[in-house]
């Protein structure tokens, strides 16, 4: 199994631009997570998702899209990037939301600058 | 609300001198708490859990944490330190649906 993958590692935006960061895992988990990481502020949820067609915002959502249109996927959109959003991006999945007992396993990152 | 909290953003530690890391959460009933590490660049990896049963859980790499029910805390121990523990630590920890991250404590290891 590949685990949690997610693409790209590093990406360099203009403000207002806009991009997807891809995030996939292989395990069949329904849960699907993104946080950002930020100097002192440990990770925060942005959106999830319990299930292929649901997904809710986190913690951070604003400025962030997210859809779930098959178990495998979870995709990050950023519809027009700012300086604020610049940050370190990992996505997650677990077994099940509902039963948070099931650790959540983690991709290695994306780190976005936005100038 | 629920909280987790760890007190000590960056801890200093001779190699081979024992650890520990502070974890306090705050939540009435009995919480689900983990322990992720996060080496540099790199993703989180889970170290250990604890849901219910016997307070002492052991991890991987040689950690353990023990559940204080009484100071509502979870703290990570390790008797002896290696060079290679330097890395960032994260209590992770609430109720079933709603777990939320500690701030991380950054640790450095002093030859």
């Excluded at chain 1, 604020?84 to 983690?106: I, R």
Aim: neutral net charge; charged residues 15%.
């Amino acid at each position: 199994n590949a685990g949690v993958t997610q693409t790209p590692k590093f990406q360099v935006l203009k403000t207002g631009q806009s991009m997807t960061l891809q995030c996939a895992q292989d395990m069949n988990h329904e849960y699907m997570s993104w946080y950002r990481q930020d100097p002192g502020m440990g990770l925060r949820l942005i959106h999830y998702s319990v299930g292929a067609g649901i997904t809710d915002q986190g913690e951070v959502p604003n400025g962030y899209n997210v859809s779930r249109s098959t178990t495998e996927d979870f995709p990050l959109r950023l519809l027009s990037a700012a300086p604020s959003q610049t940050s370190v991006y990992f996505c997650a999945s677990s077994y099940s939301g509902l039963l948070s007992s099931y650790e959540q396993y983690f991709g290695p990152g994306t780190r976005l600058t936005v100038t | 609300a629920q909280s987790v909290t760890q007190p000590d953003i960056h801890i200093t530690v001779s190699e081979g001198a024992s650890l520990e890391l502070r974890c306090n959460y705050s939540y009435g009933a009995t919480p689900y708490l983990f322990w992720y590490v996060q080496s540099p660049g790199q993703g989180l990896q889970l170290l250990l859990k604890y849901f219910s049963g016997d307070t002492l859980v052991q991890g991987i790499k040689g950690f353990e944490a023990e559940f204080k029910r009484s100071q509502s805390s979870f703290n990570l121990r390790k008797p002896s330190v290696h060079w290679s523990d330097a890395a960032e630590y994260f209590c992770y920890g609430g109720s079933q649906g709603n777990l939320i991250f500690g701030k991380g404590t950054k640790l450095s290891v002093k030859p």
